[in-house]
T-cell receptor, first 115, second 116 residues
Framework: AQTVTQSQPEMSVQEAETVTLSCTYD???????LFWYKQPPSRQMILVIR??????QNATENRFSVNFQKAAKSFSLKISDSQLGDAAMYFC????????????FGKGTLLTVNP | DAGVIQSPRHEVTEMGQEVTLRCKPI?????LFWYRQTMMRGLELLIY????????DSGMPEDRFSAKMPNASFSTLKIQPSEPRDSAVYFC??????????????FGDGTRLSIL
């Protein structure tokens, strides 16, 4: 079974600054995918970014990028030029390929953006 | 393009009553997932279906919980009898066919369930 650790229960950042949220995971799979989801106070679960484990290049989606270290099983999320609307709970979720289609969610990191 | 639709958005009921949560997945998605979110346990997968067939229900807490997917466009999660510890936000999510794991799961807005 996969385990996911988000070691920062809470983080804060000043508007326009950069923040990095950490995530480590444990999996026995060799081929898998990783996702970051965002949950604002409205409680919607919104996909932020995805990464295929077989790709060496780190995924980027506008102001969001990841630092994926496969050997270390680390998948951190960097938010650049933070905006007030980025304030939310962020969840890291690895997903194994093959027949197991489960996402395993971390406990989340609550991000506060200060004006 | 309509997203995953869940109803009701909020449900308050008394202990012992039957509760039914409903979900309409995105058209064309053939995998459907039910999650429960609480402060204590975070986001937990309860059950998921592929092509209307339950694939893994190991997360269903106990016999009081049951889930059905009678067709590709509808699923229910039922709790009978309900207990206060069942209070949580329940999410439904859907995704494209198995074999496309790089496609993310799309979540509904959730049902906030309160059992008094």
């Amino acid at each position: 079974a996969q385990t996911v650790t988000q070691s920062q229960p809470e983080m804060s950042v000043q508007e326009a600054e950069t923040v990095t949220l950490s995530c480590t995971y444990d999996t026995s799979e060799s081929d898998y995918y990783l996702f970051w989801y965002k949950q604002p106070p409205s409680r919607q679960m919104i996909l932020v970014i995805r990464q295929e484990a077989y790709k060496q290049q780190n995924a980027t989606e506008n102001r969001f990028s990841v630092n994926f270290q496969k050997a270390a099983k680390s998948f951190s999320l960097k938010i650049s030029d933070s905006q007030l609307g980025d304030a939310a709970m962020y969840f890291c979720a690895p997903h194994s390929g093959g027949s197991n289609y489960k996402l395993t969610f971390g406990k989340g990191t609550l991000l506060t953006v200060n004006p | 393009d309509a997203g995953v639709i869940q109803s009701p958005r909020h449900e308050v009921t008394e202990m012992g009553q039957e509760v039914t949560l409903r979900c309409k997945p995105i058209s064309g998605h053939n995998s459907l997932f039910w999650y429960r979110q609480t402060m204590m346990r975070g986001l937990e997968l309860l059950i998921y279906f592929n092509n209307n067939v339950p694939i893994d229900d190991s997360g269903m807490p106990e016999d009081r919980f049951s889930a059905k997917m009678p067709n590709a466009s509808f699923s229910t999660l039922k709790i009978q009898p309900s207990e206060p510890r069942d209070s949580a936000v329940y999410f439904c999510a859907s995704s494209p066919p198995l074999g496309s794991p790089n496609q993310p799961q799309h979540f509904g807005d959730g049902t906030r369930l309160s059992i008094l």
